[in-house]
Nanobody, 124 residues
Framework: QVRLVESGGGSVQTGGSLRLSCAAS???????LAWFRQAPGRQREGVAY????????KYADFVKGRFTISHDNAKNTLYLQMNSLKPEDSAMYYC??????????????????WGQGTQVTVSS
């Protein structure tokens, strides 16, 4: 059973930074992990993706150059470094794991396991 626990959310001003963490357990060595976010009244959307088997990453266009996804194998922890934050980045951020084969990384329905989320609020 995969367990995911997010932390690191909070409130910052425009231009600020936050680092989200997702403590993960129960997954195999080669696993797809991702960060999603969901703002009130909007669909959950993929933010960034990491494959632990080779370290490949993918990003949504709206965070490229500002966010960095990384993974610490020793700590089994997924990170999302968020810089140059904007008010439109405000959302609940979720960690997801174990993507079904043949599905796109940014599809919510592709993942089998989810964390409880951590709130990010960016004020102008």
């Amino acid at each position: 059973q995969v367990r995911l626990v997010e932390s690191g959310g909070g409130s910052v001003q425009t231009g600020g930074s936050l680092r989200l963490s997702c403590a993960a357990s129960g997954y195999t060595r080669s696993t797809s992990l991702a960060w999603f976010r969901q703002a009130p009244g909007r669909q959950r959307e993929g933010v960034a993706y990491f494959y632990t088997g080779g370290g490949s990453t993918k990003y949504a266009d709206f965070v490229k150059g500002r966010f960095t996804i990384s993974h610490d194998n020793a700590k089994n922890t997924l990170y999302l470094q968020m810089n140059s934050l904007k008010p439109e980045d405000s959302a609940m951020y979720y960690c997801a794991a174990v993507k079904a084969a043949g599905t796109s990384w940014f599809m919510e329905g592709a993942y089998n396991y989810w964390g409880q989320g951590t709130q990010v609020t960016v004020s102008s």
